[in-house]
């Protein structure tokens, strides 16, 4: 059981590392989306670091939203998808390995690419430590949800869009309390009550997100 | 003695069962909607803070209750047509999704209508005026969902397991948006602590909330009947109905 979802991580991690451009695109949707914002609303900082924890965190949604697609279709157009249902090992097993890849592949880099945009937004430094912390508990939280909208629209046309449309009401609770995360240390209170509701919000949807999304598989493939 | 439960779960049983159900539901919403109009416009007192602008809540909170009753009851059908794999359940799921939706906004714009002379605004980010504005959009996903498969049989189960995802959100997302709303602006306007109803005035809104109801009940029947007929026209009790249909004619 261990073997066959290394072997699911492994191999997704080789294939993203193949199309190395896929990721930069994400990365590259994420910085520019975030630097549009004090191109429209001015160069203030008082206003730019009062909008940041929103900004940054809407970006970071859908720079996850738009990789959603990816997720399930390439396995879908080869036929894989068809083997992993049919694999003796537990299908939400193997869910739980691809969102785990593909959280690591456009989840993560995102984290590590927020503190540099959150200067530009003249974050001060503890509210830059809170930021990561945040964006590292909620965004596992963006794959795992984002996973089932990803299975649900499989194969349907205009699933870019419908994605979007499934998942974006789902994230709501992540978006308020990671930008809630931020805001709060902004405010010199204390983050920790968000962080707690944010790891809260992951858990709960690592416990329940697979088994939907294998459901979903099963429903969108057979 | 053992009852049947499953007689009137296959389209064919149901299709007339439901023909006949419609006018009854229907007086019966006509009913409901001629007590209750005339107790919110004829019977109920003028409130003494609002004036008469406040008898649109006889609209609108039935309207917002109907809205997530049609949710609840929709992912319970749904629930049903996963779990048996029962056509018709999944059929009424999706018939009950576009009334539920259009109560939603009915819900939203009586809101808004109210809210201009009583806040002065047309919109506040009200944590209950954000969660039924949210509750749209999860009603529209599930409409966007099932119209954009193709296969019937597909299109049901993904969009019954997208309801059931989402029944599953809505306390959390309700409670996020209420702790959201307590923590970004004071509590200036308070709808809870309006003072106590008069008992005339909760009487309309029952009755105007059992006409919404039956409503409901007649529509979703409506509905589903065309969506039999649309699903299952190769069947042979389709043909036959359409052959006496054109022999009465």
């Known amino acids: 059981m261990n073997g066959a979802w290394m072997t699911v991580l492994r191999r997704d991690l080789l294939l993203a590392f193949r199309r190395r451009s896929d990721v930069a695109t994400t990365l590259f949707f994420f910085l520019i989306v975030s630097s549009l914002f004090p191109l429209g609303i001015g160069p203030e900082p008082a206003v730019l670091s009062s909008i940041a924890p929103g900004v940054l965190w809407v970006a970071a949604l859908l720079a996850g939203m738009l990789s959603l697609t990816r997720l399930f279709a390439a396995d879908f157009a080869d036929g894989s ?95 308020i309390f990671g930008a809630g995360a931020v805001a709060a240390s902004q405010h010199g209170m204390s983050a920790q009550a968000h962080l707690s509701l944010l790891a809260a919000c992951s858990l709960l949807s690592l416990v329940l997100a697979p088994l939907a999304t294998a459901a979903a598989l099963r429903i969108s493939v057979e | 003695m053992s009852i049947n439960w499953f007689k009137y779960s296959s389209p064919q049983a149901f299709y007339p069962l439901a023909g006949k159900m419609i006018p009854w539901f229907a007086l019966l919403a006509t009913i409901f909607a001629i007590a209750g109009l005339y107790i919110s416009f004829a019977v109920a007192p003028t ?42 359940s999944a059929m009424m799921a999706q018939a009950l999704a576009p009334t539920g939706a259009i109560f939603t906004l009915l819900a939203l714009v009586t809101g808004s209508l ?73 509590s200036s306007i308070n709808m809870g602590a309006a003072p106590k109803m008069a008992a005339t005035m909760l009487m309309g809104m029952l009755l105007m909330a059992l006409a ?38």
């Open chain 1, 81 to 175: 998808l068809e083997q992993m249902l049919l694999a003796p090992q537990p299908l939400t097993l193997l869910v739980t390995a691809k969102v785990l890849a593909h959280w690591l592949v456009c989840g993560l880099p995102v984290v590590l690419l927020a503190p540099l945009i959150g200067l530009q937004y003249a974050l001060p430094n503890d509210a830059l430590f809170v930021l990561i912390i945040s964006l590292l508990l909620g965004t596992p939280a963006l794959s795992l949800i984002g996973a089932i909208g990803a299975a649900l629209t499989l194969g349907v046309r205009g699933s870019g869009l419908l994605v979007a449309l499934l998942v974006l009401p789902l994230y709501i609770p992540v978006l």
């Open chain 2, 114 to 186: 109210w809210g201009k002379p009583m806040w002065g605004a047309w919109w506040v980010w009200d944590a209950r005026l954000t969660s039924e504005l949210i509750l749209l959009f999860l009603y529209l996903g599930f409409i966007a969902l099932q119209a954009s498969i193709d296969d019937p049989r597909r299109a049901d189960r993904a969009g019954a397991l997208l309801a059931l995802v989402g029944v599953v959100n809505v306390p959390i997302i309700y409670f996020s948006v209420k702790w959201w709303n307590t923590l970004h602006q004071g």
């Open chain 2, 47 to 88: 409130d003494f803070q609002q004036g008469e602008a406040y008898r649109i809540i006889f609209v609108h909170v039935p309207a917002a209750w109907m809205s997530m009753v049609i949710y609840i009851v929709m992912a319970g059908w749904a629930a049903l047509g996963l779990a048996l794999n029962a056509r018709l």
């Open chain 2, 212 to 249: 919404f109801w039956m409503y409901t009940v007649v529509v979703a029947l409506m509905r589903v009947r065309c969506i039999m007929l649309e699903r299952e026209r190769a069947s042979d009790w389709v043909k036959a109905l359409s052959v006496s249909a054109g022999e009465k004619s």
